[in-house]
């Protein structure tokens, strides 16, 4: 049986003094390898270590950039994909795209595509129609409020990613792009 209150707690006590108190506050690279290797001994340790730390850093990301948007009180979520949804149609020509193509462009699934332009367009931030050349096609639009939400975001994101990578020389972000380039 599963006992999560226990696994909370082990968490808790393990971390760090002032840490948060989830998952990623302990070194949970360290103990991901070592499961890992413990299963699987012929697996290599560091590409292991890799994932695990990129997936870390992501959810870090994550987490921060979501709190961040939500300070400024929209009427609807736009993290995660939602917001590549935005940005991709803020910067495509003429603010519109057929769905097939925000798909590939945004690296998201059809389904996920077609989920998230739905839910823009209940909150009014994308308007969906049929196209006017090819009835099977559906094109979405940014709306002016789509838009002006868009630009209310983009600063705030802006300073996340610097402040993220602050830390960093200038020739240390050349070589983590160059490398995080070579997984994709």
């Known amino acids: 049986m599963c006992d999560m209150a226990n696994r909370t707690k082990l968490i808790n006590e393990e971390a760090p003094a ?3 108190s989830d998952i990623f506050s302990i070194d949970a690279v360290a103990e991901g390898v070592r499961q890992y290797t413990q299963i699987l ?3 290599d340790p560091k ?9 870390q850093a992501n959810h870090v990301q994550f987490v921060g950039n979501s709190r961040a948007i939500d300070t400024l009180g929209l009427p609807i979520s736009v993290t995660g994909s939602r917001l590549a949804v935005l ?5 495509a020509p003429d603010k519109c795209m057929a769905l097939s193509v925000l798909s590939k462009t945004a690296r998201i699934s059809p389904t996920m595509v077609t989920n998230l332009v739905d839910g823009l367009a209940r ?7 049929g196209s006017t050349d090819d009835r099977r096609v559906s094109i979405a639009h940014l709306t002016p409020e789509g838009e002006a939400t868009f ?4 600063p705030v994101m802006s300073q996340r ?3 993220a990578c602050a830390s960093f020389t ?3 972000k050349d070589i983590l792009l160059r490398l995080l380039q070579r997984l994709g």
């Open 161 to 163: 990613m610097t402040d």
């Open 87 to 91: 940005r991709t149609l803020y910067f």
């Open 151 to 154: 630009l209310q975001v983009l």
């Open 18 to 20: 002032g840490a948060d």
């Open 47 to 55: 590409a292991i270590a890799v994932q695990l730390a990129l997936w």
């Open 41 to 43: 001994p012929t697996t």
């Open 123 to 129: 909150g009014g931030l994308v308007r969906r129609a």
């Open 170 to 172: 200038d020739e240390e």
